[in-house]
């Protein structure tokens, strides 16, 4: 499984930006998808997790509410549409996937499979 996020940028507080992960590899469907983020000096932390027929969403307490992660099995895409963006989400944004798993786990050691990363920057 190779997985290709997108969408980072720099945007204002209060603005909105949507990330893409790409998803290629014969095992990829179905899989539980997963969305980190670290920021230098930490800890990858876990933001957004949906259920391999994506009915269940999960989120971290600091996202809820502001994030929707989403997924297009047809186009092999998970989504993260970040809205009120703060300037604690600049991150870099990472897409995972777990094909083991019966539902999204919130660890790191629970995904097998890591994108290259995509730079969030939030201005005040």
């Known amino acids: 499984v190779q997985l290709q996020a997108s969408g980072g940028g720099l945007v204002q507080a209060g603005g909105s930006l949507r990330l893409s992960c790409a998803a290629s590899?014969?095992?990829?469907?179905?899989?539980?998808m997963g969305w980190f983020r670290q920021v230098p000096g930490k800890e990858r932390e876990f933001v957004a997790g949906?259920?391999?027929?994506?009915?269940?969403?999960y989120y971290a307490d600091s996202v809820k509410g502001r994030f929707v992660i989403s997924r297009d099995s047809a186009k092999n895409t998970v989504y993260l549409q970040m809205n009120s963006l703060k300037p604690e989400d600049t991150a870099v944004y990472y897409c995972?996937?777990?094909?083991?798993?019966?539902?999204?786990?919130?660890?790191?050691?629970?995904?097998?499979?890591w994108g290259q990363g995509t730079q969030v920057t939030v201005s005040s």
């Open positions: 995972a996937a777990d094909l083991r798993r019966s539902v999204p786990g919130r660890e790191l050691d629970e995904y097998a499979y």
């Open positions: 949906i259920s391999r027929s994506g009915l269940s969403t």
């Open positions: 590899g014969r095992a990829f469907i179905p899989a539980n």
